[in-house]
C-alpha cells in the first residue's frame, strides 16, 4: 500500500510569484486536505478535495486555490505569494470524506523571500 | 469559531512514567477526534483515533473522550525517550488541530 506523497520537498520563492504544490493520495483515498503549518503552531486547514470537486474550505483567501484529479491526486496553487505564506504545507487523504482518519504526506517546505 | 485548544508545555517526565496531554474543544457536534504525534521537521503521524465517549486503548497509549465535559486526553505509559514530540489534538471532518504539545521524556 503506497502512502501520501508529495512534490516537491523543499521550495524557495520570491514574493509576488506563484507556486504549484502537488500531493498523490494513499491507496484507497479518494478525499484529500490541504492544510498549512507556520513554525511552532498546529495545521490550518486550507481546503478539501472529495471527487474532483471542493468540499469545504477555512480563512484562506482566493489565492489559495486547487484541483483534484480522476486518479484523486491534488494540487495547491499558490498566486501571489507573501511572505507570510512560508510554512510547511501538509495533504493528507482519506477513505472517504467526513469523519474519517487522515494520513499526512511528508510535506512542502515553502520559503517565500 | 470552532476551536481546539492544548497546554504548549513543554512537558517534561521521566523514563517510564505516564505521560498526560489533554486537549478541550468548542464545537460541540463534533465527532470524531485524533492524536498526531509530530518529530521536529517531520510531518503529523497519526497515533490515535476516538469517536465515543469513554476510552480507547492501543499498546502504550489510551485516548479518552469526554463530551459532555468537551475534552480528549492522550495516556502515554511507560514513556521512551523515542516518545519525544509535539502531540497534536485534532477534531472534526476538516481537521481543527490544536497548537501542539511538546513532551520531553528524559532518560
Known amino acids: 500500500e503506497t502512502g501520501v506523497t508529495q512534490s516537491p520537498t523543499h521550495l524557495i520563492k520570491t514574493r509576488g510569484q506563484q507556486v504549484t504544490l502537488r500531493c498523490s493520495s494513499q491507496?484507497?483515498?479518494?478525499?484529500v486536505s490541504w492544510y498549512q503549518q507556520a513554525l511552532g503552531q498546529g495545521p490550518q486547514f486550507i481546503f478539501q478535495?472529495?471527487?474532483?470537486?471542493?468540499?469545504g474550505r477555512g480563512n484562506f483567501p482566493p489565492r489559495f486555490s486547487g484541483l483534484q484529479f480522476p486518479n484523486y491526486s491534488s494540487e495547491l496553487n499558490v498566486n501571489a505569494l507573501e511572505l507570510d505564506d512560508s510554512a510547511l504545507y501538509l495533504c493528507?487523504?482519506?477513505?472517504?470524506?467526513?469523519?474519517?482518519?487522515?494520513?499526512f504526506g511528508p510535506g512542502t517546505r515553502l520559503t517565500v523571500t | 469559531q470552532k476551536e481546539v485548544e492544548q497546554n504548549s508545555g513543554p512537558l517534561s517526565v521521566p523514563e517510564g512514567a505516564i505521560a498526560s496531554l489533554n486537549c478541550t474543544y468548542s464545537d460541540r457536534g463534533s465527532q470524531s477526534f485524533f492524536w498526531y504525534r509530530q518529530y521536529s521537521g517531520k510531518s503529523p503521524e497519526l497515533i490515535m483515533s476516538?469517536?465515543?465517549?469513554g476510552d480507547k486503548e492501543d499498546g502504550r497509549f489510551t485516548a479518552q473522550l469526554n463530551k459532555a465535559s468537551q475534552y480528549v486526553s492522550l495516556l502515554i505509559r511507560d514513556s521512551q525517550p523515542s516518545d519525544s514530540a509535539t502531540y497534536l489534538c485534532a477534531g472534526g471532518g476538516k481537521l481543527i488541530f490544536g497548537q501542539g504539545t511538546e513532551l520531553s521524556v528524559k532518560p
Open positions: 491507496s484507497g483515498h479518494n478525499t
Open positions: 493528507a487523504s482519506s477513505f472517504r470524506t467526513g469523519h474519517y482518519e487522515q494520513y
Open positions: 478535495y472529495y471527487r474532483e470537486e471542493e468540499n
Open positions: 476516538i469517536y465515543s465517549n
